[in-house]
T-cell receptor, first 115, second 116 residues
Framework: DGGITQSPKYLFRKEGQNVTLSCEQN?????MYWYRQDPGQGLRLIYY???????QKGDIAEGYSVSREKKESFPLTVTSAQKNPTAFYLC??????????????FGPGTRLTVL | AQKITQTQPGMFVQEKEAVTLDCTYD???????LFWYKQPSSGEMIFLIY??????QNATEGRYSLNFQKARKSANLVISASQLGDSAMYFC?????????????FGTGTRLLVSP
């Protein structure tokens, strides 16, 4: 089945540690996205990538880093510089040009908790 | 800048009844798209329906329809014949359709609870 997988589902981190969230898609989509969701809020864009080896900052990129070495994969690293990393993280992908209509497909999410 | 407003934090509906979830938006883009997503307790965002700003007809997808009133800048989601499985968070989102990357802007969501 085609889709987006994220791992792990739950992640616990001690303060000062970097952690990497995995996102893989087999939909052959060019564009991939990372969002953060906090309780009572909608999704906010962290980073996006429209093509392999290229990515751009979203609205809340500080304290995060990404890479896009393969079309299928878009891992997100939450660094120790992120002051309040506890949140629900969603990865998404879409086909075609970002300027045209195309729905974004979402993964199941990773819930990160900083202890 | 684009903005989505969902003023209903929570809605209750009885099974088999219809329910309307409100969404208003603000944008200066002449061309844009409006989306509705469902987020069950599992967390995954599920795409429900899309409406383009130049579409003449209101979008429909099965039990979901979008009541698009362009002059009022509203894009309400109507769910007919509610089912228990419809209990979830619902998010309205929009994106401009100009050239270049246009991010998807989300509202804060409405929690729908369907009772037997």
């Amino acid at each position: 089945d085609g889709g987006i997988t994220q791992s792990p589902k739950y992640l616990f981190r001690k303060e000062g540690q970097n952690v990497t969230l995995s996102c893989e898609q087999n939909l052959n989509h060019d564009a991939m996205y990372w969002y953060r969701q906090d309780p009572g809020q909608g999704l906010r864009l962290i980073y996006y990538s429209q093509i392999v080896n290229d990515f751009q900052k979203g609205d809340i990129a500080e304290g995060y880093s990404v890479s896009r070495e393969k079309k299928e994969s878009f891992p997100l690293t939450v660094t120790s510089a992120q002051k309040n990393p506890t949140a629900f993280y969603l990865c998404a992908s879409s086909s075609g040009a970002a300027s045209s209509y195309n729905e974004q497909f979402f993964g199941p999410g990773t819930r990160l908790t900083v202890l | 800048a684009q903005k989505i407003t969902q003023t209903q934090p929570g809605m209750f509906v009885q099974e088999k009844e219809a329910v309307t979830l409100d969404c208003t938006y603000d944008t200066s883009d002449p061309s844009y798209g409006l989306f509705w997503y469902k987020q069950p307790s599992s967390g995954e965002m599920i795409f429900l329906i899309y409406q383009g700003s130049y579409d003449q007809q209101n979008a429909t997808e099965g039990r979901y329809s979008l009541n698009f009133q362009k002059a009022r800048k509203s894009a309400n989601l109507v769910i007919s014949a509610s089912q228990l499985g419809d209990s979830a968070m619902y998010f309205c989102a929009m994106r401009g359709m100009n050239t270049g990357f246009q991010k998807l802007v989300f509202g804060t969501g409405t929690r729908l609870l369907v009772s037997p």
